[in-house]
């Protein structure tokens, strides 16, 4: 799927503020910064070589790294910039589901809907 | 009413546009047309046409041919607009930009539906308070819509779709997503909607 945004500055910031506080990021996205995948990737690479790489310490370091990262990324303006509109585009979980007809028994409708499974009248 | 923010708003508009837009058959017109009945019962409702169409079975609705027949502190709708306003035709013919310029001015809410953004004269969304409702829209049809509403079209199909889930006994097509409100409302349909209202173009010549 391709996604296309248009925003101005005044539209980045808002949004960047906004993610940042309502919606929890992965730290694996940390990793969308080149020079941080690259030093992540060479050192699983590194283990796995000697077929170390489920051993507990590997994988504490491993999780470091990617603490260390993900700091980093977030104290890097333009790339913060970047994983807030990427977490705002995934994450926006702020819509409200608003139903302003409830479904009641006297509801002729509703009855055969519940009865007919692909649901709906035809006449929409 | 208060539970829905983008209901609440719209009751309380004077004048603007309300943009209905999904792909055929997901229940634009009887959604805006509830909507209408909804927000504003009491507010004459005009259908603009140069079409000649029975509309007997819209109660209280009068046909129009012309903008400036519309009276002040209507609500106008447009069925299907492209046919009516081509797509870009505001940059060769000025009726609609003449006529939405001074909708303010009249206190007309103009309604319209259409399937895709891409097939619409974008001086709809210029000029005044423009709403869009977005229903269901399938995914071939979302690869050719504007940039600009196809990322609020993708959010509507995946919040319509989960609302669905949630409330089985709703029906589907009632769904709207309102993305300026980031709110997803199922509209109660007008009881006197019928088949044939939703086909009412049937034995209109393209």
Sequence with gaps: ?124 | MGESEAIDYISGMEHGVIIAVGSGKQGKSCSLHSLIDLCWPHRPVYMLDPMEYDISMFPGYRRVSDPNDIPVGSVAVIEDVNRVFHSRGSGKDATLQRWLGIISHKSTVVCITTQSMAGTDIEFVRSQDAVVMCKRMHSEDLAFERPEFRMNQALANIWIERAVGNNPFLDPRSWCFFPRFNECVSIPKVPWWTYSNSHMLRDVRA
């Design chain 1, 1 to 124: 799927m391709t996604v296309n945004i248009s925003t101005d500055s005044e539209t980045d910031r808002l949004v960047s503020l906004r993610a940042s506080s309502q919606v929890p990021l992965p730290r694996e996205i940390a990793l969308c910064e080149p020079r941080d995948a690259r030093r992540y990737f060479n050192r699983l690479a590194f283990y796995e070589a000697f077929g170390l790489s489920e051993h507990p310490l590997v994988e504490l370091m491993n999780r470091r790294t990617l603490d260390a990262a993900m700091a980093s990324a977030v104290s890097r303006a333009s790339h913060a910039d970047r994983v807030t509109h990427y977490s705002a585009w995934l994450g926006r979980d702020a819509v409200r589901v608003v139903a302003l007809h409830r479904p009641s028994r006297d509801d002729p409708e509703a009855d055969d809907r519940r009865e007919d499974a692909g649901g709906g009248t035809q006449t929409w």
